[in-house]
Nanobody
Framework: QVQLVESGGGLVQAGGSLRLSCRAS????????MGWYRQAPGKQRDLVAH???????NYADSVKGRFTISRDNAKNTVYLQMNSLKPEDTAVYYC???????????WGQGTQVTVSS
């Protein structure tokens, strides 16, 4: 099993920045990809960004150029630096980890990000 604990959400004005952190614990040898998803009220949960153990990254088009995902394998932590935030970035952000087999997804409890206009 893998446990994920997020931190760093909050309220920020449009144009501001936040950094989310997600620390993993447990059976970390089984994890390959880690990433962030978000879910706004009444909408589905969508991928924001993910990063492999080797550092390959992928971003949703809506956040490219504004968000940066990074990973510290020594600290078992993945980060999401969010700059130039927009009101439409408001959502609950969930940390995600995927097993090497791709068959198991682990989720954090979620952290609220609110961007005011």
């Amino acid at each position: 099993q893998v446990q994920l604990v997020e931190s760093g959400g909050g309220l920020v004005q449009a144009g501001g920045s936040l950094r989310l952190s997600c620390r993993a614990s447990g059976s970390l040898f089984s994890i390959s990809v880690m990433g962030w998803y978000r879910q706004a009220p009444g909408k589905q949960r969508d991928l924001v960004a993910h990063i492999t153990k080797g550092g390959y990254t992928n971003y949703a088009d809506s956040v490219k150029g504004r968000f940066t995902i990074s990973r510290d394998n020594a600290k078992n932590t993945v980060y999401l630096q969010m700059n130039s935030l927009k009101p439409e970035d408001t959502a609950v952000y969930y940390c995600n980890a995927v097993s090497i087999t791709g068959q198991t997804h682990y989720w954090g409890q979620g952290t609220q990000v609110t961007v005011s206009s």
